[in-house]
Each structure stands twice: as C-alpha cells, then as structure tokens.
C-alpha cells in the first residue's frame, strides 16, 4: 500500500511539472516561484514517505512525554465545577486543555469527561474491541491489533491481572496528513483503567503518545457510568491550525462521544471473554 501510494505521488509530481512547463509562459515570476516552492514540497513529502516505509525499525527514542498511571486521575487534574455537572447532566462531554510546552501547534493535553447511561462492563465492552474501532472512530482508517496477552505476575505490581494490547493505527486527517502509529496498551481490570504509550519498537508518525482510559460507576445514578479519558500528543514537527485542532479537541470529545453511542445502544455488553480467559504470559 505504502508503494501505491508513493506511485501514486510520484505520478502527481510528474503532472504537476509538465503543467507547470506548459504554463510558465503566460505566469508572473512569482507566481512561478510559488508553485515551484510547492513542487520541492512535494518532493520533500515523497522523500519523508520513502523513509517512513520500514515501520519495524525502532523509534527514534523510547518516551518523551510522562506516563499515565493506571487509576482515577488526580483530583487537581480534571476538577468538575458545578457547571460541568449540569452539562455532563445533560448528556454533554466536559473537556479540559492545555498546550504543549512548544506552543499550540507542536502538542498538548486534554482530559475529555462524560456520562454515559450504561453500566461500566458495557463501556468497557466498547473500549477493549480495538478491533472494530473503524467505523466507530471519525477519521479513523485502520485499527488492528497485532498483539495481545496478559502480562506476567512479575508485572502485576500488586494490582490484579494485567493485559497489554498493542495496536496498529492510521488516522486520515485532512489531506496529506494521515498518521500511521503503533499503541501499547495496559488494561489493568482492578483499577478500571487503559494506559497506553507508543510501541517503541517500531516507528510512528507520532512523536510521542501518552493516554489514559478511566471509568467510574456514576456518583448518583444507578447502571450509569462516567468516563474520563486523556490523550496526549507531541508532533515530530509543527502542524497546520485544523490538524492540532482535530488531534487535541475534536477528537477528544468525538473519543467519549462514541463510546457513550456505543455503549448506550448495547448496555448489555460485558468485557469480552479474551480478557477474563488468557493465560498469563500467552499471546493472542
């Protein structure tokens, strides 16, 4: 795929030229020059998909930004106002931001808050089927895991059973910003949380990711549940306004949004079986 789609550029590039020959008589100079600029662009677009092409070779670094640990988020890192309840009570999400450390397009963090009229084994339900995220998730191209088993007991670190989940995934943003990246998820049952970073053992078009997954049986209503999630993101490069807006916002609160869809319409879902049957240390 990744050779059809360089295929596919080069032939754009081809065009792009020999256009640009045909026109350059009846063009201003700096109208010439911007297009030009545009066609190295390109080239260089080409060129950074080419290198990008061996995805199993490790990333260029093993975690730049902090981890999350498996539990409910610490009371100074999503406070609810009063305001926030009334919107989570009417079945809106409450989302917290901020911006990376290099400015507003080079990253940031968000903590995305919702309510949702279904137990907590019908939302996990939703969360833990990687599998089947396209088609749920906006933008999302492909989701797949690639591995799946429960960790050892020499990592349980004292909290239960632990599955790690790794997972492809390739979201189209706008055009000529897709991201391919690799997950490395642990669903930790005892603390009802999935924390995951990227697989550092092969390359991402993500710097570097770090989120967490947390719910909570509702504080009032019964068969309810409240749902927190994060997602942090840190760009190899600076990105366009709609890019940075879509990663760190919209898709935060489209995240809980269709987890509160899904787990409504089936609020008799149960964890699936692969989480409560593995045998520590097997992959899947």
């Excluded at 009846?26 to 066609?39: C, D, K, N, T």
């Excluded at 396209?134 to 020499?154: A, I, M, T």
């Excluded at 000529?176 to 998820?185: K, Q």
């Amino acid at each position: 795929a990744l050779c059809e789609q360089r295929d596919h550029k080069n032939r754009l590039f081809i065009l792009r030229i020999m256009t640009t020959i045909k026109q350059s008589q009846r063009i201003s100079p700096f109208r010439l020059l911007a297009r030009a600029w545009g066609l190295l662009l390109l080239v260089a677009a080409i060129l950074v998909d080419a290198k990008k092409a061996n995805r199993n070779v490790p990333h260029h670094h093993n975690g730049v930004l902090p981890p999350y640990s498996p539990g409910p988020f610490p009371a100074d890192a999503v406070t609810l106002t009063k305001k926030d309840e009334e919107a989570l009570d009417k079945d809106k999400s409450v989302m917290k931001q901020t911006p990376g450390e290099g400015g507003g397009n080079s990253g940031g963090k968000a903590i995305c808050v919702q309510d949702v009229r279904a137990p907590k084994s019908a939302v996990w339900n939703q969360i833990l089927d990687l599998d089947h995220y396209v088609g749920k998730v906006n933008k999302l191209k492909e989701c797949k895991n690639y591995l799946v088993k429960r960790r050892s007991e020499e990592e349980n670190d004292g909290q239960g059973p632990k599955w790690q989940i790794k997972t492809k995934m390739l979201i189209g943003v706008i055009p000529g910003y897709s991201y391919e990246y690799y997950c490395d998820h642990t669903y930790v049952p005892s603390l009802d949380s999935v924390v995951w970073n990227l697989d550092y053992d092969k390359t991402s078009d993500f710097d570097d990711v770090s989120g967490h997954w947390h719910v909570e049986d509702h504080p009032t209503k019964p068969k309810c549940s409240r749902v927190f999630y994060a997602c942090d993101i840190k760009f190899k490069r600076p990105v366009p306004g709609p890019v940075m807006n879509f990663l760190t916002k919209s898709a935060l609160k489209q995240a809980t949004g269709w987890v509160k869809r899904e787990s409504e319409a089936k609020p008799e879902g149960v964890i699936p079986a692969v989480f409560g049957n593995a045998v520590a240390g097997a992959e899947l």
